[in-house]
């Protein structure tokens, strides 16, 4: 009996690796496929059946790439290279995007999970019920919003409002992970004379890195992709984020994929990057935040 059951659980186990396998392949398929254009001529892109391994790599996509999109007609202001100028446009809009949630949405959280003030359970409803509207309902109402304030092909529009809150699902996921600290943590440390900032900073903060990590890489990757925010509110060029520059560029040089293929592979390096070093991180915040149905 014990023999069958081991069989049987030795055969879930290969059967689950072999599923998550196919799975990760399947996920996979459209990098290998990125990857395999970056490497190829103009005329060898859609040939069938797919060329995955191209036989005469064309690694001079990657070293021309700097000069086709300043020769095409894409340089941006002051003769820089436009994808260069394109990727330090979208970590600037990140990093202050990011910074901006991470700061204001731990106060919020802050609020909503530990102090005790009247209307908190109203208010905190209320930021959930925000979580279901869909965000084409608030696009004009917000637009013309600031339309007025005169933000329209500026930064402004993409950053300020991330510092004023940081998202429902940011507070929601770092309340969550608030409301998992005991509360004497609080009791002692105002019994010791510290003040309401200060146990944050001091006592909670500390203990709260795996959930600020989580909403840091879910932040990060928001701001890094965010598409429609800019398209809609940028007008210029050399202001572009990448996401919106290979929008472009793929519009206008729709018959030279290898080159714009180039470009979204530079385009990924920062999000690899950041995938291996917090990779451990990520799922441990994820783990302890709620959202894991924990």
């Known amino acids: ?149 005169k933000w329209i092909n500026t930064y402004l529009p993409l950053i300020v409002p991330y510092w004023t809150g940081g998202g429902a699902f940011y507070i929601f996921m770092l309340r969550q992970f608030f409301a998992t600290l005991p509360l004497e943590l609080d009791e002692a440390a105002i019994v010791d004379g510290a003040g309401t900032f200060r146990i944050l900073w001091q006592i909670l903060l500390p203990l709260a890195k795996p959930g600020l990590a989580s909403v840091g890489i879910f932040s990060f990757l928001f701001h890094y992709n965010e598409f429609m925010g800019p398209l809609i509110y940028i007008n210029s060029l050399d202001k572009y984020p990448i996401s919106v520059g290979l929008r472009y560029v793929a519009g206008r040089y729709g018959d030279r994929w290898p080159q714009v293929m180039v470009m979204v592979m530079f385009s990924l390096v920062p999000v690899v990057i950041l995938f291996f070093f917090t990779q451990k991180t990520f799922v441990q915040g994820i783990q302890t935040t709620g959202i894991a149905g924990r």
């Open 1 to 149: 009996m014990t023999k069958r059951v081991s069989v049987a659980r030795l055969s879930g186990r290969l059967g689950l690796h072999l599923f998550l396998i196919l799975m990760g392949f399947t996920f996979a398929l459209p990098f290998f496929w990125v990857a395999s254009t970056s490497l190829k001529l103009p005329g060898r892109v859609f040939t069938y059946p797919i060329e995955w391994i191209p036989r005469y790599p064309e690694w001079s996509n990657y070293r021309d790439i700097f000069t086709f999109v300043k020769a095409g007609g894409t340089e941006a202001s002051g003769g820089q290279s436009a994808l260069l100028l394109w990727l330090r446009n979208t970590l600037y809009l990140t990093t202050m995007g990011t910074l901006g949630t991470l700061i204001s949405s731990v106060v919020v959280a802050y609020s909503l999970s530990r102090l005790q003030w009247r209307g908190r359970d109203f208010v905190f409803s209320l930021t959930l019920i925000s979580m279901m509207l869909p965000g084409v309902v608030t696009l004009i109402p917000t637009f013309l919003i600031f339309r007025d304030l």
